[in-house]
């Protein structure tokens, strides 16, 4: 019931029943009341649009909400569809195909050869050190002076600068960008680690097979030199002091020897412990046929034989005898340096410096054996499990992926600039 029914069936009321002075007054402003509830009730609808209005906002709203469609299509195939086409087509059209050659080497020693017996055996006698051989190694046929090297020796860089290469597919240098040959080295050769197997696998991507299996052939013999490189290095400094040892015992000997030989010349006397022993020996026999002299003569005087022939024979003997024997002792012991004592004294201490020295430079030697042996079974070698071959197709598998995470790229972007403008809208409404 709207407020004019209300008010009419009032009126009707109120005619029917005449009212007091009292209910005059209520009726009054009841009535004023209901004018009031009226004019509030034709305000309010008079705010409220139109049924023509209401069609037309609709329409509007709804052209908004397909020019919003239209803004996110555009933007849609201008963030992901437009850049995903652009590089299918370049890979399609533009890029020159690449030919990958692959390779799987190792590092083992003498001693334990991760090679030998089989795959199932490499992580067995894997070694931390022997891992660690392995990062080195790819760290060095993925570092810059690999890269120089091999454009040196081999023209690696100069390859893929030639004719009919595209602008993307050569290497070039933007240092605003911080892009340079080794960003595009590093994009031409993988080189992965498996840990387990204690196995290395080179990848080496080139415009024709041929140059991929060479270029992936001269990287395992760079490898293979710089592994002896490390190996030899870890052993030089030790057996270079323990050949310098050796060289010093040498001169050692050499000298020992020379003071041997000049008491032998001195005394033109090769052997003088034999001298001196044959010096005792004359002394005791002269002292013998001395003692036989003094007995027979004083035989004589005890027989009373005084004025014997014979006595001065034996008294002449005697003397002599004791001549021959003084100068005997006089050449063993004499004050001169030329005395045969003295020249033993020197003689042994020279022959025991010989020997001290002889014994000394056998022990350096060896010592310098152990060492070379044990730097033969410690040296390191690369070893070629898989020789690389000249593919004979292109590499493709590669193109679908590089078109899928540009895409996926390309359409995080776009959420990205979604969010952004919703938010930024979200904080000026």
């Known amino acids: 019931m709207s407020n004019d029914d209300r008010l009419a069936a009032w009126r009707k009321q109120q005619a029917i ?17 209901a004018r009031e509830e009226a004019r509030k009730q034709e305000a309010a609808e008079a705010l409220l649009p139109s049924a023509a209005e209401l069609e037309a906002e609709q329409a509007e709203a709804e ?12 933007r849609m195939i201008a963030f992901v569809a437009l850049p995903t086409l652009l590089l299918a087509l370049y890979y399609a059209v533009i890029a020159r195909p690449l030919y990958e050659a692959e390779a799987t080497f190792t590092i083992s020693t003498v001693a334990g050869s991760k090679a030998a017996g089989g795959v199932g055996l490499l992580a067995g006698v894997t070694g931390g050190s022997e891992l660690n051989d392995d990062y080195r190694v790819r760290e ?36 605003l960008l911080g892009i340079d040959a080794h960003d595009f080295y590093l994009r031409r050769i993988d080189l992965t680690v498996d840990m387990q197997e204690s196995l290395l696998h080179l990848k080496v991507r080139a415009l024709t097979p041929e140059k991929s299996a060479e270029f992936a052939a001269e990287l395992l ?76 003569r004083q035989s004589l005087l005890a027989n009373g034989l005084t004025e014997s022939p014979l006595l001065p024979r034996l008294d002449a003997r ?6 021959q024997i003084a100068r005997q002792r006089e050449r063993l012991v004499g004050g001169r340096d030329g005395s045969v004592q003295r020249t033993l004294v020197d003689f042994e201490a020279a022959t025991a410096q010989k020997q001290l020295a002889e014994s000394n430079l056998e022990s350096i030697l060896r010592t310098l054996e152990a060492a070379r042996l044990r730097a033969l ?35 995080l972007a776009y959420g990205l600039l979604v969010i952004g403008r919703r938010l930024r809208a979200l904080r000026t409404a």
Do not use: C, W
């Open 377 to 411: 079974e410690q040296r390191r070698y690369l070893l070629v499990i898989a020789r690389p071959v000249a593919p004979s197709i292109a590499e493709l598998h590669r193109v679908p992926r590089f078109v899928l995470t540009a895409a996926l790229l390309a359409l």
């Open 140 to 175: 060095y046929l993925l570092s810059r002076e690999a890269m120089l090297a091999m454009q040196r020796e081999h023209g690696f860089l100069d390859h893929f600068a030639g004719s009919g290469v595209d602008f993307f597919g050569a290497p070039r240098e933007i240092p």
């Open 318 to 323: 005697a003397r002599a005898l004791r001549q």
């Open 17 to 33: 029943e005449p009212p007091t002075s009292k209910d005059k007054k209520a009726a009054d402003a009841a009535e004023e009341k």
């Open 63 to 74: 052209l908004r909400r397909a020019e919003q469609r239209r803004v996110r299509r555009r």
């Open 221 to 296: 013999e760079l490898g293979a030199a710089k592994v002896a490189s490390m190996s030899d290095r870890l052993n030089r400094d030790q057996i270079e002091a323990l050949e310098r040892d050796f060289a010093e015992a040498e001169g050692n000997v050499r000298e020992a020897n020379a003071r041997v030989a000049a008491i032998q010349r001195r005394r033109a006397d090769v052997d003088p412990a034999a001298s001196a022993a044959n010096a005792y020996s004359i002394i005791a026999n002269f002292e013998v046929q001395l003692a036989e002299v003094e007995s027979e």
